[in-house]
């Protein structure tokens, strides 16, 4: 994204008209690449399943071919993990996801969101609501879920499991557990050093606030480990990419220059997340959806050049203090979608985890292949999702691993259920959290 | 439109799981990867699971005169998937079990719907290869690149789909299901009907089963470039490589257009003044074989005034064949339409082919670049052209015309490796004369007398 003056500002982005997205699908020869990518073509072995289908449906909505409100498209919009598998092999760089969320936000202009999806989209827009909600959620959870110490993972418990057995959650589902305390307010709104060598903010996303604040903690604690101030924002709020690959973009939107403003506040100089969805977000899909405002838009583009990955921002922006606390592990390493596809992350959390001392690591095969979760769509089609994940805690298994680590809390959900249902029951964990222990153990 | 009874006695003899309605669905289904072809949706799609429901189908359409058009991937360059008089699209993605490898023979038994990529990982831990190549192997299926007998970039040394399937399962049109071949190396009992099939683009049965050969895998290889300053000096390269007795698993060319458009596309370092690039790859069982095939090519690149560049690890290798890997994504990218041609000619005048491409662009005033299979003459000449604009298309069709006309003029062929399908079929009569084509058409029908297998396509219509 260039930097571009006011004037030249388009009025409305391709999330605001379908028709805008044309040029895009007119970028697409058919000619079937994606097919040996795509997770879920690679389940359900129909062309409708594919990239190449999902444009040539789009076309044909374009085209008047195909009716908008035809339930079968509507089905097959939302029938992918928007995984960007299909973009990195795409030999003329289709930018699927913006064709994806077009068609989707152009569903929603037309039949608005289905009630349930409104009423939780409505709360994110609500950050005080939400957090009481998710809160709630902590307290509530135990009458759903039995807990179980040893992997700090929850199962439904009857009768949730015998109701919700054909969406993924009967009894042998794994969850994390909500945190009654989450993350941001568990640590104070700026964690100072003696003399930092820089100053970051932090953006946690919801799912490190409220699943993982161990993971948080950790990330905190490896920056303040290498001499860097961490500004933790309380007023942040989700990235939005959940409710942006549903279509509502009017509170992504609201999301997006919420969250500009709260960290323009900060005046750091560089923002770091532990998830490859939220980096995301700030890198790409912000800028996206606020090309046609004059004032958020040039901020957004801003912070696009700002926002690494923890991984990248050690080994590539700071060089990280070597970790000396031996942690004699074989480990191997999950590539999430977001973290590798679309923020290109992947050689980074590998450099880390070869400077542990003790750590054995151990490549899977495909270890960029999606490991089902796609945010949502694990509940929504929880059939082909565990297909998906059955194949990659296989992969898991292969490698004799008894840690999987990853770098995107989406996928730790998913992998944590995917090696309990078909695997080896590993240890799944965010990369952030083997160094930090690393750095713990040197003082012992 | 078939009405609604069919349909339902369609569905009931294959079951819900396995037949797509849905406008949706069949819209998926009306086109492949040719270019500036006409779509056609299906009246249905059946995805069949073993030969005995393929066999009820045949039967089922044939009663009904329903066409039937058999589908792999549907990745194919010629039309030869797209539904155009509506009918069954026999889609084989359900089919896609590897049923044996067989390392002590040398052969593996696969359903029609296995990726060549998938056999290709099922026999490697065996050391074994399935030598076919084509541009899409991570995609296309077995079943698919039999019926078009695709060929792929080791053409020139490993030989193409042909020689390697040494059986068949095969539904007739009439519903008999016939097997021949197998796994002996030696076989003449009757006719050779796997060479029949293979190629037949799906116009006399359908393939449910096929027997392949495997090799092992070549130990040793040694990859270089080439870039030469003239078209000559890069075509007397290629005829003093085979000269020299050497024959390289791959030897490509790209041309001029194709270097300057993947510099500017991937920023590798390309010589963008050079006319023509060469990239070689011998390999064997032997490593001082190999490198006595190595310097052989060296010397005559050398020889020729071409500039070279050897790998010596595997990341050197992986960047010398960027520049190909990169040729048609590059090319693709400079318009919203890419026709990508196969013509093919004698390897002795694959100079002339590349001069006369670069002629037919210019005088049609459109953006061609050629690259392809300079060992065994096999060209892509590619345009890039604006489907949008009428008159950029219809210069693109006079030039694709002059493309074929040139290469039977060489003592060439329509097509290497694509095959003709729906593309290509207006030219046939120019390769074979009507003889050629009452031969075609005598062989078709006697094996499909209705014209009920994937009709429209490679065998044309009798003149009315």
């Known amino acids: ?444 | 439109m078939l009405d609604k009874e069919i349909m339902e006695k369609l569905a009931a003899l294959v079951g819900q799981d396995n037949i797509l309605t849905g406008k949706m669905d069949r819209l998926t289904y009306s086109y492949d990867a040719t270019a500036d072809l006409p779509r056609q949706m299906p009246d249905v799609v059946v995805l069949p699971t073993d030969s005995n429901m393929v066999q009820a189908i045949v039967r089922f359409a044939r009663k009904h005169r329903i066409p039937i058009y058999p589908r792999g991937a549907g990745t194919n360059l010629s039309g030869g998937t797209i539904p155009i008089k509506q009918g069954i699209v026999l889609s084989f993605q359900k089919m896609n079990r590897i049923l044996d490898v067989d390392p002590a023979n040398l052969t593996a038994v696969v359903q029609p719907g296995v990726v060549i990529g998938a056999l290709n990982a099922a026999v490697a831990p065996h050391g074994l290869i399935y030598p076919p190549d084509p541009g899409t192997v991570a995609t296309a299926t077995m079943g698919g690149s039999a019926a078009e007998n695709s060929g792929g970039l080791r053409g020139l040394k490993y030989g193409v789909t042909k020689n390697y399937i040494m059986g068949m399962e095969v539904v007739l049109a009439n519903g008999d299901k016939v097997r021949f071949g197998g796994k002996t190396v030696k076989n003449v009992t009757a006719y050779d009907f796997a060479t029949l099939f293979i190629g037949s683009e799906g116009t006399l049965g359908i393939i449910t089963e096929l027997t392949a050969k495997l090799i092992p895998a070549p130990r040793f290889r040694r990859t270089m470039t080439g870039a030469f300053s003239t078209l000559a000096d890069a075509g007397n390269a290629v005829a003093g490589i085979i000269a020299a007795q050497v024959i390289p698993a791959t030897l490509e060319i790209m041309d001029r257009m194709t270097i300057q458009t993947v510099e500017n596309f991937a920023h590798i370092g390309l010589p963008t003044e050079a006319e023509a690039l060469l990239l070689i790859e011998v390999d064997g069982m032997s490593a001082d074989l190999v490198q006595a095939e190595a310097e052989a090519v060296i010397q005559v690149v050398r020889d020729n005034h071409g500039d070279l560049c050897t790998a010596e690890t595997d990341q050197e290798r992986d960047q010398l064949w960027t520049a190909r890997r990169n040729a048609l994504p590059a090319l693709a990218s400079l318009n919203n339409t890419v026709i990508l041609e196969d013509a093919t000619v004698p390897r002795s005048r694959i100079t002339d082919m590349l001069v006369a491409c670069e002629q037919i662009g210019k005088k049609y005033n459109l953006t061609l670049g050629t690259f392809g299979h300079a060992g065994d003459g096999n060209l892509h000449p590619t345009i890039l052209c604006d489907k949008h604009n009428e008159d950029e298309m219809a210069r693109m069709h006079q030039a694709v015309d002059e493309i074929f006309q040139v290469a039977l003029e060489f003592g060439g062929t329509l097509s290497g490796e694509h095959g003709i399908g729906m593309a290509k079929m207006r030219y046939l009569g120019n390769e074979l004369g009507e003889s050629g084509l009452n031969l075609i058409r005598t062989i078709k029908e006697s094996l499909d007398p209705d014209y009920l297998l994937n009709p429209g396509k490679m065998v044309p219509a009798h003149e009315v």
């Open chain 1, 1 to 444: 994204m260039t930097e571009t003056t006011t004037a030249t500002r388009p009025s409305k982005t391709y999330h605001d008209e379908l028709a805008i997205i044309r040029a895009e699908l007119d970028k697409c020869m058919k000619c079937g690449n994606c097919m040996a990518v795509c997770p879920v073509y690679g389940v359900e072995r129909k062309e409708a399943a594919v990239t190449r289908s999902k444009v040539a449906v789009a076309q044909a909505v374009l085209d008047g071919d195909l009716e908008l409100d035809d339930p079968e498209v509507y089905e097959m919009a939302f029938n992918c993990l928007v995984c960007k598998s299909c973009m990195i092999n795409c030999p003329t760089k289709v930018n699927f996801d913006h064709i994806m969320l077009a068609l989707r936000a152009a569903l929603v202009r037309k039949n608005g969101l289905p009630w349930l999806k409104k009423m939780i989209f409505s709360t994110l827009r609500h950050p005080k609501l939400f957090d009481a909600g998710m809160r709630l959620g902590a307290t509530m959870q135990s009458l759903v879920f039995r807990s179980e110490k040893e992997s700090r993972a929850i199962s439904p418990r009857s009768p949730f499991s015998l109701v919700g057995g054909t969406i993924g959650f009967d009894a042998e589902r794994k969850l994390p557990g909500l945190n009654s305390t989450p993350l941001r307010e568990q640590v104070p709104e700026v964690v100072r050093v003696t003399d930092p060598v820089a100053s970051v903010a932090f953006f946690t996303g919801d799912s490190l606030n409220y699943f993982y604040p161990e993971a948080g903690r950790d990330l905190i604690e490896v920056l303040t480990a290498n001499n860097i101030e961490v500004h933790i924002p309380k007023g942040q709020n989700c990235c939005g990419v959940p409710v942006l690959v549903h279509g509502d973009i009017d509170t992504v939107r609201t999301l997006a220059r919420n969250n500009i403003d709260v960290f323009e506040a900060t005046g750091c100089d560089y923002l770091i997340t532990g998830c490859g969805s939220c980096g995301g977000a700030w890198q790409h899909d912000y800028s996206e959806l606020l090309a046609n405002d004059p004032i958020y838009g040039p901020k957004a583009e801003k912070w696009a050049k700002q926002t690494y990955d923890i991984s990248t921002f050690l080994t590539r922006i700071v060089r990280l203090r070597a970790p000396q606390g031996r942690i004699d592990k074989v480990v191997t390493y999950h590539d999430s979608c977001h973290l590798k596809k679309s923020m290109g992350v992947a050689a980074e959390p590998r450099e880390i985890l070869h400077l542990i001392p003790g750590v054995t690591f151990r490549e899977m095969s495909a270890p960029d292949a999606c490991c089902g979760s796609g945010g949502s769509y694990v509940l929504t089609h929880f059939q082909t999702a565990s297909t998906i994940g059955r194949k990659k805690a296989e992969d898991i298994d292969r490698t004799g691993a008894e840690t999987v680590s990853v770098g995107c809390p989406a996928c730790m959900m998913q992998l944590l259920d995917n090696v309990h249902r078909f695997g080896a029951h590993q240890e799944v964990t965010h990369f952030i959290s083997l160094l930090a222990e690393s750095y713990r153990r040197e003082k012992n």
